[in-house]
């Protein structure tokens, strides 16, 4: 499911085009069918008292917390609390994937590497069979057929697989970062960004184009089962089950270059990062995407290499 491993740089360009969020495409049902069966594992039921998954390194002086986000929920979710709270309110910096830029300054950078520059309409790169599935998914999203055509089709993708979950009272803002960037304001601690938005954005922009159209053809195949995907995934999440979380996100990673960019190459760099952050005292929050907290090239798996080893938090 492909939503959950996307930079959170989306979010901020969707929410003031389309009300949106990150996410390329995703799986959704499909994928998930595929992972539960895979694991032997029935999607979870939504808990009253979330309490996802929630990692520690420490050593001497310097303590690092890891917590997997989710970068679009619906309002009302008491994820915060217990030892998440007692985590965060312990520590004295918060680091995310990307610190907020001014709204103004985030859709001069989406139009810069959003908006196709080659003078080729997106619906004339698609061959007929495929336009025509392009076209039918807008008309039954009630969008004209000619509402993404200045997008590059990465950015496309975006806006399409968004809409079914804003329509079901998915919220852009109601992101775990978006409380956790908040709670850090009102303390007034130091707020670290991994990436930036010209990065982050830069991962899709960068791909080259035949895959950026098969990412456009997948999310218009899966369109019709993104929201039952999503509530598997964040049920999932709610109930700490890492496992079956990490094979719904990697179910949706089969193409190596996206695998590469989006998972593999991002986490070595963070990796690095909480590496040489362990050589300063102190004690750290840090929050990413929880795809990268899973899985077999997961977050944890590469500072173990690093030989720093991360301690779940039972809770």
């Known amino acids: 499911m492909l939503r959950h491993w996307l930079p959170k740089a989306l979010l901020l360009p969707l929410y003031l085009t389309l009300t949106a969020c990150p996410a390329v495409q995703q799986e959704a049902a499909s994928a998930s069918d595929k992972a539960v069966t895979e694991t032997a594992h029935k999607p979870a039921v939504m808990p009253a008292d979330p309490d996802p998954a929630l990692w520690v390194i420490r050593d001497r002086d310097t303590t690092i917390y890891l917590f997997g986000t989710i970068h679009i929920l619906k309002p009302g979710m008491s994820w915060f609390d217990e030892a998440v709270k007692e985590s965060f309110d312990a520590s004295d910096e918060l680091v995310v994937e990307m610190i907020k830029p001014d709204p103004a300054v985030m859709v001069k950078i989406v139009t810069e590497l959003g908006i196709d520059k080659t003078g080729v309409s997106l ?117 700490a089950n890492v496992d079956a979380l990490g094979e719904l996100m990697n179910a949706g990673l089969e193409d190596r270059i996206l695998y590469e960019t989006l998972l593999v190459n991002r986490n070595a760099n963070w990796a690095e990062w909480v590496d040489q952050r362990m050589e300063k005292p102190g004690t750290v929050f840090l929050a990413v995407g929880a795809g990268h907290l899973a899985g077999e090239s997961s977050l944890q798996a590469l500072l173990a290499k690093k030989g720093h080893v991360a301690e779940r938090v039972k809770y």
């Open 123 to 239: 619906r004339d790169k698609l061959t007929p069979e495929d336009r025509a599935d392009y076209e039918a998914a807008l008309i039954k999203l009630n969008l004209p057929v000619a509402a993404f055509d200045p997008l590059d089709p990465w950015f496309a993708s975006v806006n399409l697989s968004i809409l079914p979950l804003t329509r079901t009272g998915y919220q852009a803002d109601q992101g775990v970062e978006d409380e956790l960037l908040a709670q850090a304001a009102a303390r007034a601690i130091p707020i670290t960004g991994l990436e930036t938005p010209e990065q982050q954005l830069g991962f899709f922009d960068n791909l080259p184009e035949e895959v950026q159209i098969r990412f456009l053809n997948f999310t218009v195949d899966t369109i019709d089962e993104a929201v039952d995907g999503m509530e598997i995934m964040v049920a999932e999440w709610a109930n």
